[in-house]
């Protein structure tokens, strides 16, 4: 079984989702045979590469809420965050773009990095006081290493901004298809669907439910026909 989740490393609710997510997979009967791939998702795709603000600041300003509101919005993340054993900043946070770091994960797809790359990014974000927008593409190439990536060849995509840039709009337009208006997003099989960071539990259902309505293997066998097994290649006889 296949699921798809479509994120971005500046939304915290998908960054709670990954850990309720993984919660239920990791109790999950057949977790062995489920593959998890993470697809990209912009929350503010139109924001330059060096446009950098105070989290606080960029919430006022896009949701029109006060500064108190605001905070209070993050220390309740935070809250939400320690439930899941997650550590997470709940003040002096910054945002950006994050259109590099999703070329990076598509890299990191590609050398069967992409689960650790984007929850060390997840973490760089939300958790450490360094920020992965304001320091440049040494910090991301940083994190790409840490992620078991060559720094050269992260390097090499940062500084070529086309490079799995065509990937990054293929994943934001099949999420549009598919009718996901925020994330995280959950795709299972293609089947269904899960919006939001929901409890584990829900997940846990989701996952059953899309595993007991996997459609069976239709076989078409007219008889006669040859074919090899365990044992070798019947050959016929004359």
């Not at 500064?67 to 054993?85: D, S």
Request: with cysteine; proline share 4%; charged share 25%.
């Amino acid at each position: 079984m296949k699921v798809e989740i479509w994120s971005d490393i500046a939304c915290p609710w998908c960054y709670v989702g990954k850990a309720r997510f993984e919660k239920a997979l990791a109790a999950f009967p057949h977790r062995d045979q489920v593959e998890v791939v993470h697809r990209s998702f912009e929350l503010d795709p139109g924001r330059a590469k060096g446009d950098v603000q105070p989290v606080l600041a960029m919430l006022t300003k896009k949701y029109g809420m006060s500064a108190a509101q605001a905070q209070a919005g993050e220390e309740n993340l935070g809250a939400q965050a320690a439930a899941e054993g997650l550590e997470y900043r709940t003040r002096d946070r910054d945002h950006g773009n994050t259109f590099d770091m999703h070329r990076l994960l598509h890299l990191a797809k590609e050398r069967g990095r992409q689960d650790e790359l984007i929850q060390i990014l997840y973490r760089a974000n939300f958790a450490e006081e360094r920020s992965v927008f304001s320091e440049g593409d040494e910090r991301l190439v940083e994190l790409a290493v840490a992620a078991g990536l060559e720094a050269e060849e992260a390097r090499t995509v940062l500084a070529d901004p086309t490079a799995y840039a065509d990937e990054v709009r293929a994943d934001e337009r099949e999420a549009a298809e598919l009718g996901a208006n925020g994330v995280p997003f959950f795709v299972l099989d293609r089947t269904y669907g899960v919006s939001g960071a929901q409890p584990a539990e829900v997940f846990t259902q989701a996952l059953t439910q899309a595993w007991g309505e996997r459609s069976p293997l239709t076989l078409i066998d007219e008889g006669g026909a040859q074919a090899c097994g365990p044992d070798g290649c019947a050959v016929p006889q004359q």
